[in-house]
C-alpha cells in the first residue's frame, strides 16, 4: 500500500505477452529506438488522440519527466508544482531551471489542488512550466473540463508549457486531457505502472506537435530504446484493457469504502479528498495525537506498507498517512482492522 503499484491483475495477457518474448529471446534485439509503432498507435487511440501528436516510449515516465523538465527549462526559468504533491518533478525542474513555485494546495478552499488561480498568482514573467499531476498523487484530486480550458488559456496568454502527468488517469470517474484543449503547450506524460500493472517498465509521453517531440528526442540518453519485452507487455496490456479494466476499477472503488469506513472510526481522523480519483488516498491524523511516522510504524511491524506524509510534502507531511489500494480485497481488509487497533493503541500510548 506504500507504492500505488496495482497488484489486482490475474494471470493475463500481458504476462503471457512478456513470457513469450523472453521465451522467444526478444531480448537478445534492440527495438526501434522511439518505441515500436504498434504500440504508439494504440497508446494514441487510447487517449482518443490522432496522429497530430507524436509520441515517444521510455523506460517509465519519470525518465519522461526528466527529460521534459531538462529540454523546456533554461536555467533562467521558473516552475510552478504544488505541495503536497509529486516531488521528484520539483527536484528535476530544480536542477534545470531556476526557481520552483511549490504552491500549497491543503486546504479545502482549493479544492486540494492546484487551481487556475492559483497559478495566475503565482507566476512570474520567468515562469515556463507548470505541473499538472492528476490525479494528484498524493490526495487524488482531478481537474474539471472547465479547469482544464482556463490553464489552455494561461498557457496561450503566457507562452508556457503544461505538464500534465496522467499517470492514474484510468482510476479516474471522468478524466480529462490537456492535450486536446491546448495541444500546442501540453506535454502529457503516461506510464504503464499503475492501471497496466507493470511498475516501471514502459512510460511514455505525448507531444501537443510534433516539434515538442522532436526537441526532446534531440536528448534522449537512452537511445538504443526501452526493452523489447515491456513493450509487448505494453501492446497486450492495451489490446486487453476493456476486459480487466473495469474489475479493476470496481475493485479499487470498493476498497477505498472500506478504507473510509476504518477512517470514520477514528475521532479526528478525516480523509481530505473522498472518493480519490487515484489509487491512492490521504489520511488526515493531525488532530488524533498519533503521528504519521508512528502509525506507519506500528503498521510496518505487522507487514503493511504505507507512506509517511514527508514522502509527498514538504509542510503537511506531519499531517497525514498515504494509502493506495489496488490491491486485493482482504489486504485492505486486514489494513483497515491493523489501521483501527493501531490508532486506539498509539492514541492511548500517547496520553
Ligand atoms: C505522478 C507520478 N508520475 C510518475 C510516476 C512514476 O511512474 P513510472 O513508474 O512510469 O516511472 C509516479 C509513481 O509513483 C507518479 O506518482
Redesign the pocket.
Known amino acids: 500500500m506504500g507504492?500505488?503499484t496495482n497488484h489486482l491483475h490475474d494471470e493475463s495477457q500481458i504476462m503471457d505477452s512478456m513470457m513469450q518474448s523472453i521465451k522467444k529471446r526478444d531480448y537478445n534485439k534492440y527495438p526501434p529506438p522511439e518505441g515500436f509503432p504498434e504500440l504508439k498507435d494504440l497508446i494514441l487511440e487510447d487517449l482518443g488522440l490522432n496522429n497530430e501528436f507524436d509520441t515517444l516510449i521510455t523506460a517509465?515516465?519519470?525518465?519522461?519527466?526528466y527529460l521534459c523538465t531538462n529540454d523546456i527549462l533554461s536555467p533562467e526559468d521558473n516552475t510552478i508544482t504544488c505541495d503536497p504533491g509529486?516531488l521528484?518533478?520539483d527536484n528535476f525542474a530544480s536542477r534545470f531551471g531556476d526557481h520552483v513555485k511549490s504552491v500549497p494546495i491543503y486546504n479545502k478552499e482549493c479544492g486540494y489542488k492546484l487551481t487556475p488561480e492559483l497559478v495566475r498568482e503565482n507566476m512570474d514573467s520567468n515562469t515556463k512550466l507548470i505541473s499538472l499531476?492528476d490525479p494528484?498523487?498524493p490526495l487524488g484530486s482531478c481537474y474539471t473540463k472547465e479547469e482544464l480550458k482556463e490553464f489552455a488559456d494561461i498557457a496561450w496568454d503566457n507562452d508556457i508549457y503544461l505538464l500534465h502527468?496522467i499517470?492514474?488517469r484510468d482510476f479516474a470517474e471522468n478524466h480529462q486531457l490537456m492535450a486536446k484543449y491546448a495541444p500546442e503547450h501540453t506535454v502529457t506524460?503516461y506510464?504503464?505502472?499503475?492501471i497496466y500493472g507493470m511498475?516501471?517498465?514502459?512510460?511514455m509521453r505525448v507531444g501537443g506537435v510534433p516539434e515538442v517531440i522532436k526537441s526532446i528526442k534531440s536528448i534522449v540518453i537512452n537511445d538504443l530504446g526501452t526493452n523489447v519485452f515491456s513493450q509487448r507487455g505494453a501492446i497486450a496490456a492495451l489490446k486487453s484493457k476493456k476486459e480487466w479494466l473495469g474489475h479493476i476499477r470496481n475493485t479499487t472503488r470498493s476498497n477505498q469504502e472500506i478504507i473510509k469506513k476504518a477512517v470514520d472510526q477514528i475521532e479526528g481522523a478525516f480523509i481530505p479528498v473522498y472518493p480519490s480519483n487515484g489509487n491512492m488516498l490521504v489520511i488526515d491524523i493531525y488532530n488524533t495525537n498519533v503521528t504519521p511516522l508512528a502509525i506507519s510504524e506500528y503498521l510496518l511491524d505487522r507487514k503493511v506498507f504505507t507512506r509517511e506524509g514527508s514522502y509527498t510534502s514538504k509542510d503537511f507531511g506531519h499531517r497525514y498517512l498515504r494509502v493506495s489500494f489496488s490491491i486485493p480485497p482482504s489486504d485492505i481488509e486486514y489494513f483497515a482492522k491493523i489501521f483501527i487497533e493501531g490508532m486506539n493503541t498509539l492514541h492511548g500510548s500517547s496520553k
Not at 517509465?60 to 519527466?65: I, R, V
Open positions: 507504492q500505488n517509465g515516465s519519470t525518465e519522461s519527466l509529486y521528484i518533478i499531476v494528484l498523487n502527468d499517470t492514474y506524460v506510464s504503464f505502472s499503475k511498475a516501471g517498465m514502459a512510460g
